[in-house]
Protein backbone atom coordinates (compact mmCIF):
# COMPACT_ATOMS: atom_id res chain seq x y z
CA UNK A 1 0.00 0.00 0.00
CA UNK A 2 2.61 2.71 0.94
CA UNK A 3 4.59 1.84 -2.18
CA UNK A 4 1.42 2.45 -4.17
CA UNK A 5 0.87 5.26 -2.53
CA UNK A 6 4.87 6.76 -3.62
CA UNK A 7 4.18 5.69 -6.89
CA UNK A 8 1.11 7.65 -7.47
CA UNK A 9 2.59 10.54 -5.48
CA UNK A 10 5.79 10.58 -7.77
CA UNK A 11 3.58 10.10 -10.77
CA UNK A 12 1.58 13.22 -10.29
CA UNK A 13 5.10 14.79 -9.06
CA UNK A 14 6.00 13.89 -12.57
CA UNK A 15 3.22 15.62 -14.49
CA UNK A 16 2.71 18.30 -12.95
CA UNK A 17 6.47 19.18 -13.94
CA UNK A 18 5.79 17.70 -17.29
CA UNK A 19 2.66 19.87 -17.61
CA UNK A 20 4.63 23.32 -16.00
CA UNK A 21 7.58 22.34 -18.31
CA UNK A 22 5.56 22.71 -21.74
CA UNK A 23 3.67 25.74 -20.92
CA UNK A 24 6.78 27.59 -20.47
CA UNK A 25 8.85 25.81 -23.55
CA UNK A 26 7.13 25.30 -26.56
CA UNK A 27 4.38 22.75 -27.07
CA UNK A 28 5.52 21.82 -30.36
CA UNK A 29 8.87 20.63 -28.85
CA UNK A 30 7.45 19.68 -25.52
CA UNK A 31 3.90 18.43 -25.54
CA UNK A 32 1.59 18.77 -22.53
CA UNK A 33 0.67 15.42 -21.17
CA UNK A 34 -2.65 14.84 -21.82
CA UNK A 35 -2.13 14.79 -25.92
CA UNK A 36 0.54 12.47 -25.27
CA UNK A 37 -1.35 10.06 -22.83
CA UNK A 38 -4.49 10.32 -24.92
CA UNK A 39 -2.29 9.42 -27.36
CA UNK A 40 -0.27 6.66 -26.23
CA UNK A 41 -3.64 4.82 -25.46
CA UNK A 42 -5.27 5.29 -28.44
CA UNK A 43 -2.34 4.32 -30.20
CA UNK A 44 -1.31 1.21 -27.79
CA UNK A 45 -4.39 -1.24 -29.32
CA UNK A 46 -2.07 -0.66 -32.95
CA UNK A 47 2.01 -0.29 -33.58
CA UNK A 48 2.60 1.03 -30.40
CA UNK A 49 1.75 -1.96 -28.86
CA UNK A 50 3.66 -4.03 -31.21
CA UNK A 51 6.80 -2.28 -30.86
CA UNK A 52 6.38 -2.66 -27.22
CA UNK A 53 6.35 -6.39 -27.68
CA UNK A 54 9.71 -6.68 -29.53
CA UNK A 55 11.56 -4.86 -26.90
CA UNK A 56 9.94 -6.68 -24.46
CA UNK A 57 10.83 -9.91 -26.04
CA UNK A 58 14.69 -8.61 -26.74
CA UNK A 59 14.68 -7.93 -22.38
CA UNK A 60 13.56 -10.97 -21.82
CA UNK A 61 15.35 -13.10 -23.80
CA UNK A 62 18.91 -11.54 -23.04
CA UNK A 63 17.82 -11.42 -19.05
CA UNK A 64 17.01 -15.28 -19.95
CA UNK A 65 20.08 -16.48 -21.34
CA UNK A 66 22.53 -14.30 -19.23
CA UNK A 67 20.66 -15.90 -15.75
CA UNK A 68 20.64 -19.47 -17.11
CA UNK A 69 24.76 -19.46 -17.73
CA UNK A 70 26.05 -16.55 -15.40
CA UNK A 71 24.47 -17.57 -11.95
CA UNK A 72 25.51 -21.33 -12.68
CA UNK A 73 28.95 -20.28 -13.54
CA UNK A 74 29.56 -17.53 -10.99
CA UNK A 75 28.32 -20.23 -8.14
CA UNK A 76 30.91 -22.50 -9.37
CA UNK A 77 33.75 -19.56 -9.76
CA UNK A 78 32.87 -18.31 -5.93
CA UNK A 79 33.19 -22.40 -4.79
CA UNK A 80 36.31 -23.90 -6.35
CA UNK A 81 38.87 -21.07 -5.59
CA UNK A 82 41.40 -22.14 -7.98
CA UNK A 83 39.17 -22.19 -10.95
CA UNK A 84 38.34 -18.70 -10.20
CA UNK A 85 42.19 -17.96 -9.87
CA UNK A 86 41.84 -18.67 -13.71
CA UNK A 87 39.03 -17.15 -14.69
CA UNK A 88 39.29 -14.02 -12.42
CA UNK A 89 41.84 -12.22 -15.40
CA UNK A 90 39.29 -13.06 -18.28
CA UNK A 91 36.20 -11.21 -16.52
CA UNK A 92 38.66 -8.29 -14.80
CA UNK A 93 39.39 -7.51 -18.73
CA UNK A 94 36.07 -7.16 -19.94
CA UNK A 95 34.01 -6.30 -16.79
CA UNK A 96 34.83 -2.87 -16.63
CA UNK A 97 34.49 -2.16 -20.45
CA UNK A 98 31.79 0.28 -21.60
CA UNK A 99 28.94 -2.62 -22.64
CA UNK A 100 27.75 -0.14 -25.43
CA UNK A 101 31.27 -0.98 -26.93
CA UNK A 102 30.77 -4.26 -28.06
CA UNK A 103 27.77 -3.29 -30.28
CA UNK A 104 29.98 -2.65 -33.35
CA UNK A 105 31.36 -6.34 -32.76
CA UNK A 106 27.75 -7.83 -32.63
CA UNK A 107 26.57 -5.72 -35.67
CA UNK A 108 29.83 -7.20 -37.65
CA UNK A 109 29.49 -10.96 -36.06
CA UNK A 110 25.07 -11.17 -35.82
CA UNK A 111 24.14 -8.25 -38.20
CA UNK A 112 21.34 -5.81 -37.59
CA UNK A 113 18.90 -8.14 -36.48
CA UNK A 114 17.91 -9.30 -33.49
CA UNK A 115 20.42 -11.70 -32.18
CA UNK A 116 22.42 -8.02 -32.04
CA UNK A 117 20.07 -6.59 -29.74
CA UNK A 118 19.67 -9.83 -27.54
CA UNK A 119 23.53 -10.04 -27.04
CA UNK A 120 23.61 -6.55 -26.06
CA UNK A 121 21.18 -7.27 -23.56
CA UNK A 122 22.59 -10.57 -22.30
CA UNK A 123 26.53 -9.37 -22.06
CA UNK A 124 25.46 -6.08 -19.71
CA UNK A 125 23.25 -9.06 -17.68
CA UNK A 126 25.43 -11.65 -17.63
CA UNK A 127 28.50 -10.04 -16.00
CA UNK A 128 26.50 -8.19 -13.13
CA UNK A 129 24.84 -11.62 -12.34
CA UNK A 130 28.36 -13.32 -12.81
CA UNK A 131 30.64 -11.17 -10.48
CA UNK A 132 28.19 -10.39 -7.93
CA UNK A 133 26.95 -14.85 -7.22
CA UNK A 134 30.45 -15.47 -7.59
CA UNK A 135 30.80 -12.61 -4.89
CA UNK A 136 27.91 -13.93 -2.80
CA UNK A 137 28.97 -17.91 -2.63
CA UNK A 138 32.70 -16.49 -1.57
CA UNK A 139 31.04 -15.41 2.00
CA UNK A 140 29.22 -18.11 2.49
CA UNK A 141 30.56 -19.03 6.42
CA UNK A 142 32.04 -22.93 5.95
CA UNK A 143 30.34 -23.70 8.83
CA UNK A 144 26.92 -23.90 6.87
CA UNK A 145 28.64 -26.83 4.96
CA UNK A 146 30.00 -28.88 7.82
CA UNK A 147 26.41 -30.88 8.17
CA UNK A 148 25.90 -32.09 4.98
CA UNK A 149 29.33 -33.03 4.61
CA UNK A 150 29.18 -35.24 8.07
CA UNK A 151 26.17 -36.96 6.10
CA UNK A 152 27.70 -37.68 2.89
CA UNK A 153 26.53 -34.95 0.72
CA UNK A 154 28.45 -34.73 -2.65
CA UNK A 155 29.41 -31.26 -4.35
CA UNK A 156 26.11 -31.04 -6.37
CA UNK A 157 23.78 -31.94 -3.13
CA UNK A 158 25.74 -28.50 -1.33
CA UNK A 159 25.13 -26.33 -4.25
CA UNK A 160 21.55 -27.17 -4.53
CA UNK A 161 20.57 -27.25 -0.74
CA UNK A 162 23.15 -24.28 0.45
CA UNK A 163 24.72 -22.47 -2.28
CA UNK A 164 21.80 -21.76 -4.57
CA UNK A 165 19.31 -20.90 -2.59
CA UNK A 166 21.91 -18.19 -1.04
CA UNK A 167 22.51 -16.84 -4.29
CA UNK A 168 19.04 -16.87 -5.50
CA UNK A 169 18.64 -13.58 -4.03
CA UNK A 170 22.03 -12.12 -5.18
CA UNK A 171 20.54 -13.08 -9.08
CA UNK A 172 17.60 -11.22 -8.89
CA UNK A 173 19.13 -8.63 -7.68
CA UNK A 174 21.82 -7.90 -10.12
CA UNK A 175 18.85 -8.35 -12.50
CA UNK A 176 17.07 -5.30 -10.79
CA UNK A 177 20.43 -3.09 -10.99
CA UNK A 178 21.25 -3.88 -14.59
CA UNK A 179 18.26 -3.37 -15.55
CA UNK A 180 18.47 0.75 -16.53
CA UNK A 181 21.98 -0.07 -17.91
CA UNK A 182 19.94 -2.66 -20.32
CA UNK A 183 17.06 -0.79 -21.27
CA UNK A 184 19.40 2.24 -21.96
CA UNK A 185 21.99 -0.15 -24.34
CA UNK A 186 18.71 -1.63 -25.84
CA UNK A 187 17.05 1.96 -26.65
CA UNK A 188 20.54 2.96 -28.33
CA UNK A 189 20.57 -0.74 -30.49
CA UNK A 190 17.41 -0.62 -31.83
CA UNK A 191 17.78 2.94 -33.76
CA UNK A 192 20.29 0.98 -36.12
CA UNK A 193 18.92 -1.50 -38.76
CA UNK A 194 15.67 -2.01 -37.22
CA UNK A 195 12.07 -1.26 -37.73
CA UNK A 196 10.39 -2.80 -34.54
CA UNK A 197 11.52 -2.00 -31.31
CA UNK A 198 10.42 1.29 -29.28
CA UNK A 199 13.52 2.72 -29.75
CA UNK A 200 13.15 2.95 -33.36
CA UNK A 201 9.82 4.33 -33.12
CA UNK A 202 10.87 6.76 -30.75
CA UNK A 203 13.43 8.55 -33.26
CA UNK A 204 11.09 7.44 -35.86
CA UNK A 205 8.73 9.67 -34.31
CA UNK A 206 11.52 12.37 -33.82
CA UNK A 207 12.74 12.66 -37.39
CA UNK A 208 9.11 12.76 -38.93
CA UNK A 209 8.81 15.60 -36.38
CA UNK A 210 6.03 13.42 -34.40
CA UNK A 211 6.79 14.80 -31.03
CA UNK A 212 3.64 13.65 -29.17
CA UNK A 213 4.46 9.98 -30.66
CA UNK A 214 8.39 10.24 -29.38
CA UNK A 215 6.67 11.45 -26.21
CA UNK A 216 4.29 8.22 -26.25
CA UNK A 217 7.61 6.24 -27.05
CA UNK A 218 9.53 7.41 -23.97
CA UNK A 219 6.46 7.08 -21.38
CA UNK A 220 5.74 3.90 -22.59
CA UNK A 221 9.98 2.73 -22.24
CA UNK A 222 9.76 4.68 -18.54
CA UNK A 223 6.50 2.47 -17.59
CA UNK A 224 8.10 -0.76 -19.02
CA UNK A 225 11.26 -0.11 -17.12
CA UNK A 226 9.21 0.67 -13.32
CA UNK A 227 6.76 -2.61 -14.02
CA UNK A 228 9.58 -4.41 -14.63
CA UNK A 229 12.17 -2.93 -11.87
CA UNK A 230 9.07 -3.38 -9.65
CA UNK A 231 8.53 -6.96 -10.17
CA UNK A 232 12.32 -8.18 -9.01
CA UNK A 233 12.49 -5.58 -6.31
CA UNK A 234 9.46 -7.50 -5.35
CA UNK A 235 10.76 -11.29 -6.38
CA UNK A 236 14.05 -10.06 -4.46
CA UNK A 237 12.18 -8.70 -1.21
CA UNK A 238 10.13 -12.18 -1.18
CA UNK A 239 13.36 -14.49 -1.28
CA UNK A 240 15.03 -12.36 1.57
CA UNK A 241 11.85 -12.26 3.18
CA UNK A 242 12.42 -8.81 3.73
Known amino acids: MKNCIKICASAILILLSWHFSSIMISKNMLPAPYPVIKNTVINFSGDLSI ?7 RIFLGIT ?13 GYFKKLDNLISPIIYILYPVPKIAFLPIFMLLFGLGDVTKIAMIFVIIFFQILVNTRDAVRVINPSLFFPLKVLGASTPQLFIHIVAPYSLPVLVSSIRIALGTGIAVLFFSE ?10 Y ?31 EYTEKKLTNK
Open 202 to 232: IMDSMMRIDYIGMFSGILILSILGLILFTLT
Open 65 to 77: LAASIAWPLGIVL
Open 191 to 200: TFGSQYGLGY
Open 51 to 57: HCLYSLK
